[in-house]
T-cell receptor, first 115, second 114 residues
Framework: ETGVTQTPRHLVMGMTNKKSLKCEQH?????MYWYKQSAKKPLELMFV???????ENNSVPSRFSPECPNSSHLFLHLHTLQPEDSALYLC??????????????FGPGTRLTVL | AQSVTQLDSHVSVSEGTPVLLRCNYS??????LFWYVQHPNKGLQLLLK??????LVKGINGFEAEFKKSETSFHLTKPSAHMSDAAEYFC????????????FGGGTRLMVKP
């Protein structure tokens, strides 16, 4: 678990607040990911960054804004969220090599509650 | 397109008895398949992965999975359950032609009774 860290672990915010989730990986990987885990739904990929460039935006609403300043850090900026955005947000990282598959390593997640 | 179906949302076993968590997949290409485990309030941890080498894959904590192409299955097994195995388990397939994109199954919650 120490390979990928996430802060805060818990966050409660109102619909008009602005907050940010932070993820840091200590594994020397070149790709980072944001996932949303809601109750009774499969894990949903939100964003993918390869070599700090966003390569996937899985139709995520604009109230979620990712930022990847370097290959070790990933942020998810939140503003004007809705109660249905309450979920566990998981960050992951991996080392992408050509066409071979890679293993994604996950952080412990941020439990977000939107009031 | 690829998809993953975990056939049981909940499985309950007694400590010391075998564990079987079922997973079926569909993929247009030779798939890469994974099993992850998530303990309460923790992130996902990789148990094992199949990447077209041996069809019987051994993972951590005594778990193993067998890739059966004819049945499009990748079931997870363990000979003897421990209380510490109680968690949620996810079967995952790598998306076709997308090296770092994964599709997750809906998860199976494993309960272990003393």
């Amino acid at each position: 678990e120490t390979g990928v860290t996430q802060t805060p672990r818990h966050l409660v915010m109102g619909m008009t607040n602005k907050k940010s989730l932070k993820c840091e990986q200590h594994l020397g990987h070149n790709a980072m990911y944001w996932y949303k885990q809601s109750a009774k739904k499969p894990l949903e990929l939100m964003f993918v960054y390869n070599f700090k460039e966003q390569t996937e935006n899985n139709s995520v609403p604009s109230r979620f804004s990712p930022e990847c300043p370097n290959s070790s850090h990933l942020f998810l900026h939140l503003h004007t969220l809705q109660p249905e955005d309450s979920a566990l947000y998981l960050c992951a990282s991996s080392q992408v090599r050509d066409t071979s598959t890679d293993t994604q390593y996950f952080g412990p997640g941020t439990r977000l509650t939107v009031l | 397109a690829q998809s993953v179906t975990q056939l049981d949302s909940h499985v309950s076993v007694s400590e010391g008895t075998p564990v079987l968590l079922r997973c079926n997949y569909s993929s247009s290409y030779s798939p890469s398949l994974f099993w992850y485990v998530q303990h309460p309030n923790k992130g996902l941890q990789l148990l094992l992965k199949y990447t077209s080498a041996a069809t019987l894959v051994k993972g951590i904590n005594g778990f193993e999975a067998e890739f059966k192409k004819s049945e499009t299955s990748f079931h997870l097994t363990k000979p003897s359950a421990h209380m510490s195995d109680a968690a949620e388990y996810f079967c995952v397939v790598r998306r076709d032609n997308a090296g770092n994109m994964l599709t997750f199954g809906g998860g199976t919650r494993l309960m272990v009774k003393p």
